[in-house]
């Protein structure tokens, strides 16, 4: 118990540290910035990684599952009148697809094992969810999240570059919930709150949309 209360701890300064920061340097992750102040929060203290992610990584996984869920309150407050409801479902089928076809073709084409090609077929989904499709489809589970986590930190970390000459903040939100899956989400609330609504909406809708068409998919082909 103690073990756990300190890892907490460690995390919640790292977070409280990284906030300044990040309202420095806007263009970089509050995540990307806060897992720096934990590496170098742990060799002050002289606790092995092993040991911090032994005793947190349970009680994280299991937080991060009701985060996702929480989800649901800025999409409660989402008005729909005004979606373009064509446009969105032609942006969230390309975007599923492509953000799984893209991935898995390169890992193919550099010959990786078949698990780590299926790993890649996780890409385009939040991290909850893709560990229940990387346990679907036998895939390894620390890859499957080093590989979301990857992306999303890429994808925000460069959106400030891509989305520079995009005003529109429906259009922002949405590219970087489909992209940048949590972290681009917690980006585009800094945009403004409907960024960050149309954001969770494209995340949440792109993940359960994922979610079904891409096991069934795989079993198919199997």
């Known amino acids: 118990m103690f073990s756990i209360l300190v890892g907490f701890l460690i995390t919640l300064v790292a977070y409280l540290a990284a906030k300044p920061v990040n309202k420095r340097f806007p263009q970089v992750p509050l995540l990307v910035i806060g897992m720096f102040f934990v590496i170098g929060i742990l060799l002050l203290l002289r606790i092995p990684y092993e040991k911090y992610n032994a005793d947190m990584n349970?009680?994280?996984?299991?937080?991060?599952?009701?985060?996702?869920?929480a989800l649901a309150i800025p999409l409660a407050a989402m008005r729909y009148d005004d979606l373009p409801l064509k446009s969105v479902v032609g942006i969230l089928v390309f975007a599923s697809i492509s953000a799984v076809a893209l991935p898995m073709s390169l890992a193919y084409i550099l010959h990786m094992s078949e698990p780590t090609i299926m790993a890649f077929a996780t890409r385009a989904v939040t991290t909850p969810i893709a560990i229940n499709i990387?346990?679907?489809?036998?895939?390894?589970?620390?890859?499957?999240?080093?590989?979301?986590?990857?992306?999303?930190?890429?994808?925000?970390?460069?959106?400030?570059?891509?989305?520079r000459n995009i005003n529109d903040e429906r259009a922002s939100g949405l590219a970087l919930g489909l992209a940048a899956h949590a972290i681009?989400?917690?980006?585009?609330?800094?945009?403004?709150?409907v960024a960050g609504r149309y954001a969770a909406f494209g995340m949440a809708v792109?993940?359960?949309?994922?979610?079904?068409?891409?096991?069934t998919f795989m079993l198919l082909i199997k």
């Open 206 to 215: 792109n993940a359960v949309f994922t979610a079904i068409w891409l096991p």
């Open 58 to 69: 349970g009680i994280f996984s299991h937080l991060l599952g009701y985060v996702t869920v």
């Open 184 to 193: 681009g989400t917690a980006q585009a609330w800094q945009r403004g709150a």
């Open 134 to 163: 990387a346990t679907l489809l036998h895939s390894p589970v620390s890859l499957v999240i080093l590989i979301v986590i990857l992306s999303g930190v890429i994808g925000s970390a460069f959106s400030s570059i891509i989305l």
